[in-house]
């Protein structure tokens, strides 16, 4: 079974700190997004990666930025957290055009 | 302008009949569309995919049909179970790196 892990489950950070989202996936996938889901909204795409050190900009990727140094991780760094980027964050993972998988989400609140 | 519909109303149904899913979407030509579960506090998983030259699919007492004219596709669980209350996303994939989601329906079942 594929899996994707997320590094938190919940956060809380205040206004202006740098925060990190990481996540990781144990099937060699090659493609990796960051997405947030907001209620009524539906899931939008932050960033994408598709090889290390490999990036596209999503619809929304103001205020943030990406790493992929290791093929299995990938991280999603808020520069300076603002209470506007409170929400679920969603990792997934997959090979190729196939099938996304997800991680569990980290629900951050920005204070 | 692209868009991707659900219904926003929660579905409601009894335990035993079957629950119907409507995702409707504009100005895409979608090779595959699929359907994802969602349930509270948790990433989506996948259930279901079909591509744009099958007219339905079905895994155990899920069916998906696609009607690429109608720009529409249904999503049939037959004998619903209070176990099957979550939320439930569709998604098209028009090709590139970017897959589209819907909010969402929210399903709930009662025993």
């Known amino acids: 079974d594929v899996k994707v892990t997320q590094s938190s489950r919940y956060l809380v950070k205040r206004t202006g700190e740098k925060v990190f989202l990481e996540c990781v996936q144990d099937?060699?996938?090659?493609?990796m997004f960051w997405y947030r889901q907001d209620p009524g909204l539906g899931l939008r795409l932050i960033y994408f990666?598709?090889?290390?050190?490999?990036?596209e900009k999503g619809d929304i990727p103001e205020g943030y930025s990406v790493s992929r140094e290791k093929k299995e991780r990938f991280s999603l760094i808020l520069e300076s957290a603002s209470t506007n980027q409170t929400s679920m964050y969603l990792c997934?993972?997959?090979?190729?055009?196939?099938?996304?998988?997800f991680g569990p989400g980290t629900r951050l609140t920005v204070l | 302008s692209q868009k991707i519909e659900q219904n926003s109303e929660a579905l409601n149904i009894q335990e035993g009949k079957t629950a119907t899913l409507t995702c409707n979407y504009t100005?895409?030509?979608?090779?595959?569309l699929q359907w994802y579960r969602q349930d509270p506090g948790r990433g989506p998983v996948f259930l279901l995919l079909?591509?744009?030259?099958?007219k339905e699919k079905r895994k155990e007492r899920l069916k998906v049909t696609f009607d690429t004219t109608l720009k529409q596709s249904l999503f049939h669980i037959t004998a619903s179970q209070p176990a099957d209350s979550a939320t439930y996303l569709c998604?098209?994939?028009?090709?590139?790196?970017?897959?589209?989601f819907g909010a969402g329906t929210r399903l709930f079942v009662k025993a």
């Open positions: 997934a993972s997959r090979w190729s055009t196939d099938t996304q998988y």
């Open positions: 100005n895409y030509s979608p090779a595959y």
């Open positions: 079909i591509r744009e030259n099958e």
């Open positions: 099937m060699d996938h090659e493609n």
């Open positions: 998604a098209l994939y028009t090709g590139g790196f970017k897959t589209i």
């Open positions: 990666s598709y090889d290390v050190k490999m990036k």
